[in-house]
C-alpha cells in the first residue's frame, strides 16, 4: 500500500546557515573618513584616488578576489597615508587570507589613526581569530572555523559575537547542547540581540526542549516582531503539536513579512494536508517548490496529495523528479517506494518492480519493502521470486498476518498447493478473522480435493461476509459437492451472497437463483419434497432477516416480528427489509407493501414508493399471485404515473384466483 507518511516537517535549517549572514563585528567598511566626500568638489586628487581604490578593493574583496583587493586597500593607504577605513579593510581581506599577523597589524595601524574603527570592547588579536573564522566557515571549514572562535573566546570570554558564532557552528554540526551553553552566554553579554533568542529556540528545539523554544522565539519576537523565521517556527511547533490552524496562522504571519519564506509555504501546505484539505495545501506546496525546486520533501508530499486524488501519473511524474534531482537524498526510500506503488497501479509492473527492488536493496531490514517487491512480483507472474520476496519479509515481520496471506497466493499460483495451505493456514492463526485467508484456505483444499475440509474454512470466511464464499457455499449445498446436499442451505447461502456489500455478478447470480426458486414455487414446478425443501429455504432466510432487523423498525407485525419507526430511522432500510421479507415469502409483509403503496406512511413514507413498485413488477413477472392481483389493480388506474409498466406486468401474470381481501 502507499506510504502516507507525511515527511518531516521543514524546520528552517537554512536559518542557521543564514544566521551567519547577519554583520561580522568587523567586515569590510563602505563608510569613509568623516569630511571625506567622492562627489565633493573640493577635494583633493589625492582623496579621490585613494577613495576609488578603497572601492576598488572593496568590489574585489566581494567577488572574493582577495589578492586583488589587498593591492587596492594597500594602494588607498599609501595615497593617503591617514586612511583608517584602508588600514582597517586591508586588515579584514588579510584575515580572510589566513595572514592573521598581517591583519593584527593592519587593525592595530587603523585603531591608531582613529580610535572608532575598532571598538574598545574587543582584542585585536580575538577579532583576527574572530573574522578569520567568519572567512573558513563561508569556504565550508566549520570545524576550522569553530577552532578559530575557540581561541577568540580564550583571549576575550566576554566576546558575546564569538559565542553567538560557536554556538551556531555547534548547532551546524549536530550538537545542540554545547550550542544552547554558548547563546545563553552570548545572551548574558547582549540581552537584547533577538538573533540571539531565535539561535537558542534553534537549539532547544534541536534538543527537543519544545517549551523552552517556544519561550526563546516568543523572547525574540518581543524585541524584534518582525522576525519572520521566528514566525515560521513557531508555526512548525504548532504543528508538531497538532494544532494545524495556529500553525498557519504563525506560517501566513511570517509570508506577510517575507512572502518568498519557502518554510513558510512549506508548513501551511503541510498543515493543511494534515488537517484533511487535501486539495487546498496544493498552492501552498507548489509555491514552495516554485521557490525552492530542490525541495525534495515538497515533492513527496505534493505526490501524496495527487495520488489520493487518483491522479498517479501526476503523483508518479514528481516523485521521479525530485529522484532525478536528488537521487541519494534522506528521502530517496520513501521516492523509490511510492513511485513503485504509482507505477503499479498504472499497470507499470515491470517498472514497478525495479522501484521496489531498490527499497529492498536500499532497506533490506524493512518489510513493507520486501512485501511491495513480492506483490509486484506476482503480478508479472514471476511466482518463485515473489515467494523469495514475500519470505524475506515475513522472516522480518513473521507475525504479520498478510505476508503469510501473499506466500499462500504465490504458491497457489504457482502450483504448489501444500506449501499454500500451510501459508493460509499460518495467516489465520495469526488473524483468525481473515476473511480472505480462510476463503482461499478452502478454495486450495477443494483443489486437493480435500472438499469436506475445506467446508469449515469456507464457512468461516461466508460468515465474515465474503461474498465469494457465500456463493460457493451455495453451490456446494446445491450440487452436493464435498457436501451432504442441502437445498435449503444453499438458499439461505444465495441469500447473503445476494446482500454482500460489493455488488457483482455473483450478487446478481444469486438473486437469479432465488427469483428463480420463487418461480417454481408459484407456477408449480417443484414435486412435493422439493417443494417443502425450497419453502424451508425461504423460512431460513426469513430467521436470517429477524436476527438482522433494523434497530429502529415500522410499526407493524411482519410474521412474528413487531418493527416500530421513530423520527430518526431512515425510510429505505426499513422498506428494504419489509421487501426481503415479502420475497422470502411473508403474506404480511407484501399486504403491509401494498398498504403502504397505496395510502404511504404518515410523515415517513409518501404514496407509490419506487421500492415497492419493483417489489411488486419483478414479483408478479415471478407468477406470485397476491403480486399478479396487485398489479391488474393498479394497471386499471389512469392516475398512476407508471400505468404502462403496470400494465405490461399485468400481461405476464398467469390467472388466478381472485385473492379475497386485496
Known amino acids: 500500500m502507499l506510504n502516507r507518511r507525511v515527511p518531516a516537517c521543514w524546520t528552517v535549517c537554512t ?5 551567519f549572514l547577519l554583520p561580522e563585528v568587523l567586515g569590510v567598511s563602505h563608510s569613509f573618513a568623516e569630511g571625506t566626500d567622492v562627489f565633493h568638489q573640493d577635494s583633493s586628487p589625492a582623496q579621490d584616488s585613494a577613495e576609488a581604490h578603497l572601492r576598488l578593493g572593496i568590489d574585489f574583496f566581494l567577488m572574493n578576489e582577495l589578492d586583488v583587493a589587498i593591492d587596492e586597500f594597500r594602494e588607498a593607504a ?94 551546524a554540526a549536530g550538537d545542540p547542547v554545547p550550542a544552547v551553553a554558548h547563546f545563553q552566554e552570548t545572551l548574558h553579554e547582549a540581552s537584547h540581540w533577538a538573533h540571539a533568542y531565535e539561535a537558542l529556540g534553534l537549539a532547544y528545539y ?18 524584534e516582531p518582525d522576525l519572520s523565521t521566528v514566525h515560521a517556527n513557531l508555526g512548525l511547533l504548532q504543528l508538531q503539536e497538532g494544532n494545524y490552524q495556529e500553525a498557519i496562522r504563525h506560517s501566513r504571519n511570517a509570508l506577510t513579512l517575507q512572502p518568498d519564506l519557502v518554510a513558510a509555504h512549506y508548513n501551511v501546505g503541510v498543515a493543511l494536508f494534515a488537517k484533511g484539505d487535501e486539495s487546498a495545501s496544493v498552492p501552498s506546496l507548489e509555491m514552495a517548490l516554485s521557490l525552492d525546486p530542490r525541495l525534495t520533501s515538497a515533492r513527496l508530499l505534493l505526490g501524496v496529495v495527487w495520488s489520493r486524488m487518483g491522479n498517479w501519473a501526476q503523483a508518479a511524474s514528481l516523485w521521479g523528479e525530485a529522484l532525478r534531482q536528488d537521487p541519494s537524498g534522506k528521502d530517496g526510500v520513501w521516492l523509490h517506494h511510492n513511485l513503485g506503488v504509482a507505477l503499479a497501479a498504472m499497470g507499470l509492473v515491470d517498472e514497478a518492480v525495479a522501484e521496489f527492488g531498490v527499497v529492498a536493496s536500499q532497506r533490506p531490514e524493512w518489510a513493507p519493502g520486501w512485501s511491495q517487491l513480492g506483490s509486484a512480483l506476482m503480478a508479472t507472474r514471476q511466482w518463485e521470486k515473489a515467494v523469495d520476496a514475500l519470505e524475506t519479509a515475513a522472516r522480518l515481520q513473521p507475525a504479520w498476518a498478510h505476508l503469510h496471506f501473499a506466500i499462500g497466493k504465490a504458491y497457489a499460483e504457482s502450483g504448489k498447493l501444500s506449501q499454500a495451505v500451510a501459508a493460509f493456514q499460518r495467516a489465520v492463526e495469526l488473524e483468525p478473522r481473515f476473511v480472505d485467508a480462510w476463503f482461499h484456505l478452502g478454495v486450495v483444499l477443494r483443489a486437493q480435493n480435500r472438499s469436506r475440509e475445506a467446508v469449515e474454512p469456507l464457512r468461516l470466511a461466508a460468515e465474515g461476509g465474503s461474498g465469494e464464499a457465500q456463493s460457493l457455499l451455495a453451490s456446494m449445498y446445491a450440487n452436493g459437492s464435498g457436501v451432504d446436499r442441502n437445498v435449503s442451505l444453499a438458499m439461505l447461502w444465495w441469500f447473503r451472497s445476494s446482500h454482500a456489500s460489493m455488488a457483482d455478478s455473483l450478487t446478481q447470480t444469486a438473486k437469479e437463483q432465488l427469483s428463480q426458486f420463487r418461480r417454481g414455487l408459484h407456477r408449480h414446478l417443484f414435486s412435493p419434497n422439493d417443494r417443502q425443501e425450497v419453502l424451508t429455504g425461504f423460512g431460513l432466510i426469513r430467521e436470517d432477516l429477524y436476527r438482522s432487523a ?34 422470502a415469502g411473508d403474506q404480511s409483509a407484501q399486504h403491509k407493501l401494498h398498504a403502504w403503496y397505496v395510502n404511504g406512511e404518515r410523515g415517513r413514507l409518501v404514496p407509490a414508493d419506487h421500492q415497492i413498485r419493483n417489489y411488486f413488477l419483478q414479483t408478479a413477472n415471478e407468477g406470485d399471485p397476491f403480486s399478479c392481483q396487485v398489479v391488474r389493480t393498479i394497471a386499471t388506474d389512469s392516475s398512476d404515473l407508471f400505468i404502462a409498466d403496470w400494465q405490461l406486468a399485468a400481461k405476464g401474470c398467469l390467472d388466478e384466483t381472485i385473492i379475497p381481501g386485496l
Open 15 to 19: 536559518a542557521i546557515l543564514g544566521l
Open 206 to 223: 534541536a534538543s527537543h526542549e519544545y517549551v523552552l523554544a517556544e519561550q526563546a522565539w516568543r523572547q525574540a519576537l518581543a524585541l
Open 550 to 583: 433494523p434497530l429502529h423498525r415500522v410499526s407493524t407485525q411482519v410474521g412474528n416480528e413487531e418493527v416500530t419507526w421513530d423520527h430518526v430511522t431512515p425510510t429505505e432500510p426499513v422498506v428494504a427489509w419489509v421487501i426481503d421479507h415479502a420475497l
Open 78 to 171: 599609501h595615497q593617503r597615508p591617514g586612511y583608517a577605513d584602508a588600514y582597517h579593510n586591508l586588515g579584514v581581506a588579510q584575515a580572510k587570507t589566513g595572514d592573521l599577523t598581517g591583519a593584527l597589524a593592519a587593525w592595530s595601524q587603523a585603531e591608531r589613526l582613529d580610535i572608532q574603527t575598532v571598538s574598545l570592547r574587543y582584542h585585536l588579536s580575538a577579532l583576527v581569530s574572530y573574522n578569520y573564522g567568519i572567512s573558513l566557515v563561508r569556504d565550508g571549514r566549520l570545524a576550522q572555523a569553530m577552532a578559530q572562535w575557540r581561541a577568540a573566546l580564550r583571549i576575550q570570554p566576554d566576546f558575546s559575537e564569538a559565542h553567538y558564532a560557536l554556538g551556531l557552528g555547534y548547532l
